[in-house]
């Protein structure tokens, strides 16, 4: 693995165990044996690495969290799928989830670029609640589209923020994500067509039993 590639999967590593504001680029670089001369070599600062991993982020989620409905994909598997994509990438890149709004304000170009790139995900997010309706697995008028997306994408951002607050043990595990996935759950149950009911409760109790597993197996 090429220096770059160690310095921005060791500060992934750092920022999720420590958080973000506790890692230095001195801690980075002596997580992998280096100088900081090194470090500064490849990259300027702390936030030149977070928003090329930022980009890695980015490029993962567009390309591989966006499932086709076609013949071969049923419309829920479709939904299913996304959100297994969608919670990998929160656990892979979670400290980001953790301290999104510090992050954006303490550099403006990732700002710039999280905004371009949430745009791509509220097309894609709408085009797959389309399909969805396409499929008749859920039933929505055209002018609650937007909305619906946005809660989506609200649950999906900041449901970790929100964990942490509400919480003592503040331990961030699948289960933890599990929940979001529910959550996500309950506010399309009530699109939810008669006929894809009980296809829609497979899915849900698919992860209330992932979620049990977690915690059973945490304690």
Not at 25 to 48: C, M, Q, V, W
Request: hydrophobic share 40%; charged share 25%; with cysteine.
């Amino acid at each position: 693995m090429k220096t770059r590639d160690k310095i921005i999967q060791a500060s992934i590593d750092l920022f999720n165990e420590q958080g973000e504001r506790n890692v230095t680029t001195n801690h980075i670089a002596a997580h992998i044996g280096i100088s900081p001369g090194n470090l500064y070599y490849h990259f300027r600062n702390k936030e030149d690495i977070i928003l090329s991993i930022y980009d890695e982020y980015a490029r993962n989620l567009l390309l591989e969290t966006f499932p086709q409905v076609s013949p071969e994909v049923k419309s829920l598997d479709a939904i299913i799928m996304y959100m297994d994509a969608v919670f990998q990438m929160m656990m892979k890149f979670r400290f980001f989830y953790s301290n999104l709004p510090v992050l954006l304000d303490k550099n403006p170009n990732l700002r710039e670029k999280y905004v371009e790139v949430q745009q791509s995900i509220a097309e894609r997010v709408s085009q797959l609640l389309i399909s969805l309706r396409d499929s008749k697995i859920i039933d929505f008028e055209d002018n609650e589209l937007a909305d619906i997306v946005s809660i989506l994408r609200l649950v999906n951002t900041f449901w970790l923020s929100f964990y942490q607050t509400q919480n003592i043990d503040v331990e961030i595990t699948d289960a933890v994500f599990y929940q979001g996935v529910l959550k996500i759950l309950v506010i399309l149950k009530p699109y939810t067509t008669t006929e894809a009911i009980p296809e829609f409760n497979k899915a849900r109790e698919l992860y209330q039993q992932r979620c049990q597993i977690e915690l059973t197996d945490s304690e």
